[in-house]
């Protein structure tokens, strides 16, 4: 199928960029049953579906003409979740448009809004934006839709997963009654159904993906380690594949911060997205990517939405997606065109049987394997190096003139030699892995400690994650008030009100009679009482569990349990049951 039926100023637009057929999803909106109708898009990320809603909506704003005059208000609305994704389609649709004379007003968030309403009332013929950024102007009266024709929602369900329902609903209240809605979302949640019968009239169903969620052009691959190999994983799955272009899902900013980091110093060529990161910062970013001065992003989820990079073959989810949606979204940014790409889930063993679930629950085939170790990557190593320097070059009278210079002080072995040389230096090293053995798997499952931590005792103190407990500075506190090393401290759990950690039995004693003198000789103002617990985390945690259950049986009686140590220091709640301040101790310590 080709283009037809278009305006010439559309055909001629793509037949410049180079479009000669439609893809399914741009076939199917500009079938005769789809024109003029709502549309509810069930489309993958990477399937054309920007120019699809382009096409889609022509009607609605050239009508008869070819040229577009000027509007007192827009005539399309198209709403983006992210900043990245609201750009990405502005500049596609200033192309596809430009010969029809539209104008083009983007309003996103980190961008300049006095500028955006100076666009706006100067006649913008479609408005691209985010929710947030949209419900302000709108707010501000600065956006008017009264004469809105078309209203498009792009990535629905990220929207919704992002919390812009109320945004969403706010600015579709403000649209007129008859106007056309277009629904593009990959996933079709409940929610989504729920603002299509809102919104929509007699909508069109368009599906041009599977019923499994999974990408055809995507390979799958589920890579299991050890929980402390998770890094060097990641180090060897990029040396393996050398992708041209890569992104490494976390799920904090602080992971973000720390992978990058690392990845910095091993001598990747990196760069890291998240919330933390002004929209110029995201934008030098993304510009080292096209400009392959950067070959690996780390980013956040909500950072790394709408992030369309043609080059990108490779996505490692380095913390494993919460929910089917989330891998799917993720490993999307690849496999995008009609181009391949592989999508590698790092599972420590013990959340194999999680990840498994989630893969079957989205329809998704994975290769399970081992992650590359050094043998396998320098075998790769070796092909690649020798398909890069048997490839033809043209050299000058200078590079030839050198040439042989070099081949008059040495033999072409030696050349040959010192060339292969040069090229290994610029690539970082691989990481030596723990073999994925039964004997591994066990002794990671089973928290198996370092030397010295084979017989414990687990000590309590009333600080807790309500009390802004951190490992930053519990450990320095423990160490000061039981007179202990760093390296004499084994395990820490830190619960709701608690934290619990190991110290080894032959000094457990010493500790202990240390603590308590610390408590006594009146260096904090509220010391925070330390000792030993017989039962340790798990089974605190287990009676925790049956106290909330039989509270929440009606028949039964609401009675007090009883303590299950004797009674010490603990922060103060109000009446309303919520936690109270600190610990004034906590605050002390808390930047050792």
């Not at 400690?449 to 103190?461: A, C, N, Q, Y």
Request: glycine share 6%; charged share 30%; proline share 6%.
């Amino acid at each position: 199928m080709k283009f037809s039926s278009l305006p010439a100023s559309l055909e001629a637009a793509l037949a410049e960029r180079g479009y000669a057929a439609p893809t399914p999803v741009q076939a199917e909106v500009m079938q005769p049953d789809a024109i003029g109708r709502d549309l509810i898009v069930s489309a993958q990320t990477g399937s054309g579906k920007t120019i699809a809603f382009g096409l889609a909506m022509a009607r609605e704003i050239l009508g008869d003409d070819e040229k577009i005059g000027f509007t007192e208000s827009p005539l399309a609305l198209i709403i983006a979740p992210t900043r990245e994704l609201a750009l990405q389609v502005s500049r596609e649709l200033e192309w596809l448009y430009a010969k029809a004379g539209a104008r083009i007003a983007t309003c996103v968030g980190g961008m300049n809004p006095q500028q955006e309403r100076k666009v706006l009332r100067s006649g913008a013929t479609i408005v691209v934006g985010t929710p947030g950024r949209l419900r302000d102007h709108l707010e501000r009266g600065a956006l008017d839709l009264s004469g809105l024709r078309v209203a498009v929602l792009d990535e629905a369900d990220e929207m919704l997963d992002m919390g812009f329902r109320e945004e969403l609903e706010e600015i579709l209240d403000a649209t007129p009654e008859g106007r056309r809605t277009l629904l593009f979302s990959a996933t079709m949640p409940r929610p989504i159904e729920a603002l299509a019968q809102r919104y929509q009239r007699d909508a069109l169903r368009i599906a041009t993906i599977s019923e499994g969620r999974g990408h055809g052009d995507i390979d799958y691959q589920a890579v299991t380690v050890s929980p402390p190999e998770v890094e060097n994983a990641v180090v060897n799955l990029l040396r393996y594949h050398e992708a041209e272009t890569a992104i490494l899902f976390c799920a904090t900013r602080e992971k973000v911060r720390h992978l990058h980091a690392t990845l910095q110093e091993r001598g990747f060529g990196v760069v890291a997205l998240s919330g933390e990161h002004s929209q110029s910062e995201r934008n030098q970013a993304l510009q080292a990517l096209r400009d392959r001065r950067a070959r690996v992003c780390v980013a956040t989820d909500v950072a790394a939405r709408g992030i369309d990079l043609p080059t990108l073959s490779l996505v490692i989810h380095v913390e494993i997606p919460r929910d089917a949606e989330t891998l799917q979204h993720r490993s999307g940014r690849t496999g995008r065109a009609g181009k391949k790409g592989t999508a590698v889930l790092i599972v420590p063993f013990s959340r194999r049987k999680r990840v498994e679930s989630m893969l079957r629950h989205a329809k998704i085939p994975a290769n399970w394997t081992d992650a590359p170790d050094r043998a396998a990557i320098k075998e790769r190593d070796r092909a690649r190096l020798l398909e890069k320097l048997l490839q033809p070059v043209e050299a000058d009278a200078g590079d030839a003139e050198l040439a042989e210079q070099l081949l008059a002080q040495r033999t072409p072995a030696q050349i040959a030699a010192m060339l292969v040389q040069a090229h290994r230096a610029s690539l970082p090293e691989p990481e030596d892995l723990i073999a994925n053995t039964p004997d591994a798997r066990r002794d990671a499952q089973n928290e198996r400690h370092r030397p010295g931590f084979e017989d414990t005792v687990w000590f309590r103190m009333a600080l807790g994650r309500r009390q802004n407990a951190d490992p930053r500075w519990v450990l320095p506190l423990i160490c000061r008030r039981g007179h202990v090393t760093r390296n004499e401290i084994g395990a820490i759990r830190i619960g709701p009100d608690e934290t619990y950690f190991q110290i080894p039995r032959q000094i457990a004693n010493r500790f202990a009679a240390a603590a308590d003198r610390s408590a006594r000789d009146g260096s904090d103002d509220e010391p925070v009482a330390i000792e030993v617990s017989e039962s340790g985390p798990r089974e605190a945690a287990r009676d925790n569990r049956r106290q909330h259950r039989g509270r929440d049986n009606a028949d039964t009686p609401r009675v007090k349990a009883k303590p299950a140590f004797k009674t010490f220091d603990k922060a103060k709640g109000n009446k309303n049951g919520k936690p109270g301040k600190p610990f004034k101790g906590a605050h002390k310590h808390k930047r050792p």
